[in-house]
């Protein structure tokens, strides 16, 4: 069974649970989401995050509607979409990474990922390429 991880808003909790549901209806483990868990450290939640970013097949940048922003990404999803990019890059891993939208040009990162979507190392999800 492939895994996949799903990164964006903490705020966007409606559009999370709906991927998570359109994959797991597909035969994918979901095995991390954007979600708080109050009874684990925040410290702890964080590195297992990345460290399922590193065992996933299917890193899923859920970059959504977010402030009146279409194709938002904030600063912890860059570090995340960049932490894949980088173990594909330069630990030769094979993760998966789609995108849901184009990002906001309004965007800090705008730039460095449309840089990573023209070097194929991103690409946008279509639906049923799974």
């Not at 999370?16 to 410290?43: A, L, S, T």
């Not at 906001?104 to 190392?121: K, N, Q, T, V, Y």
Request: glycine share 6%.
């Amino acid at each position: 069974m492939k895994k996949v991880v799903i990164s964006g808003s903490t705020k966007l909790l409606e559009e999370v649970n709906y991927w998570r549901n359109k994959f797991e209806e597909k035969g994918y483990e979901v095995i991390n989401y954007p979600h708080i868990d109050e009874d684990v450290d925040y410290d702890e939640q964080y590195k297992k995050f990345y460290t399922d970013i590193e065992n996933c097949d299917i890193f899923f940048l859920m970059n959504a509607t977010k402030n009146n922003i279409e194709g938002y990404i904030g600063a912890s999803v860059f570090g995340e979409v960049t932490y894949a990019v980088m173990n594909n890059v330069v630990h030769n891993k094979n993760i998966k990474i789609l995108m849901l939208s184009m990002p906001s040009m309004a965007l800090f990162c705008h730039e460095e990922i449309i840089r990573w979507i023209d070097l194929g190392w991103i690409n946008f999800y279509h639906g049923d390429e799974l």
